[in-house]
C-alpha cells in the first residue's frame, strides 16, 4: 500500500476513534512514521494494567529528567510473552530503576515511596516484580543481559519490601488503597489503560528523549504523567505515531485527544500530557548534564 493511501487509512482511523476534525486528523496521519502499525498489547486483566500503570507512573515521578542514552522511564524495549511484560532497561539505568520501584518508608518524606506491595525474586539478571496480593507483575532485566543490584537503605529509610517479605505493610496498603481509589480522577480505567500502554511501547515515546539522551518526565496527582522535551519530533508526530499504534483506542472519543497548540496535547483529559518547548533548552550543555546524570548513577 502506498504511502498516501496509509496516511488516508489512518486518517480515517483517527476520525473514527477520536473527535479531531478530518483536516487535523489529516495533517497527522501525514506525520506518522509507521501508519496504522501494530496496536500495543494490552492486557487483558485490569489488576496487571492497574500494576503497570502504577510502575510508569511512580518511574515518571522518580527519574524526571535524569533519563540516559534516550531511554524514557528507563525503559529501552518491551517484550511480551503470553501476556507477560518484560522489560529491557537501559543498564546505566537499571539499578536506580529497581531503587525507585521497590517500596521504602522515608522517615525525612514521612511516608511511603515506590509502588505501595511490590516484591522482588529471581536473579540478578532477571527480576520478577510482583505485587504481594494479586497475580500481577513485571519482568525487569538490563538489555546487556549484565546484572541489576538490588538496592540498600539510605539515610532514614525502611525497606518495606526487605522487612515483609510475604505481605504488604499497612502504611503500603494505605498506599495503595490511594492509587487504586484515587479521589478526582474521572475515568480509573482511563488512566491504567494509557500508563500501561506507556510502558508497552517504549520505542514510540523515547524519541522525545532521544536527541539530548533525556526527556522530563513528571506528575501533579495519581491521575496524569507528563512528557516535556525541546528537541527532536513535533507534538503532533508523537501524536500521530501514538494514534497510529492504537494508543488512544477504547478511551472515550470526546475525550481520546486534545490538541492545544503545535507544542501542547493531551490524551484521556490530561491522563497523558505532552509537552514541547519552541527552543532547545540545553544547547552545548546536554553532554554536561548527561554526565553528570551518569555519574550520579555510578556512585
Known sequence: MSRSRNATKLAKSIVRRTSLKQSTASRLAKQAHMHLGSPVADSPDPLQRRLEAYVAHVLAD????????????GVRRAELRDQNLKLQLEPDM???????????????????????????????????LYDATTAAQVTVARSDGGPIRLPSARDNEVLLWKRVPGGSSRD??????????????EDLRVRDLLFSRLLRCPELVNGTAAPHGFANCYTHHPGDLVIEWCCGESVEALCAHLLAHGFAD??????????FSQHSAQFGRATVI????????YGRHAQEI?????EGYAS
Open 250 to 259: 477504547d478511551v472515550p472519543r470526546a475525550d481520546a485527544i486534545r490538541l
Open 274 to 281: 505532552l509537552n514541547r518547548h519552541a527552543s532547545c533548552l
Open 94 to 128: 537499571a539499578n536506580e530503576v529497581l531503587r525507585i520501584l521497590l517500596p521504602r518508608f522515608d522517615h525525612s518524606y514521612g511516608g511511603v515511596r515506590g509502588v505501595a506491595g511490590l516484591r522482588v525474586r529471581g536473579n540478578e539478571r532477571c527480576l520478577d
Open 290 to 294: 548527561t554526565r553528570s546524570i551518569r
Open 62 to 73: 522518580g527519574l524526571r529528567d535524569h533519563q540516559l542514552n534516550g531511554a524514557l522511564l
Open 172 to 185: 503500603e496498603q494505605q498506599e495503595a488503597e490511594d492509587w487504586t481509589a484515587s479521589r478526582g480522577i
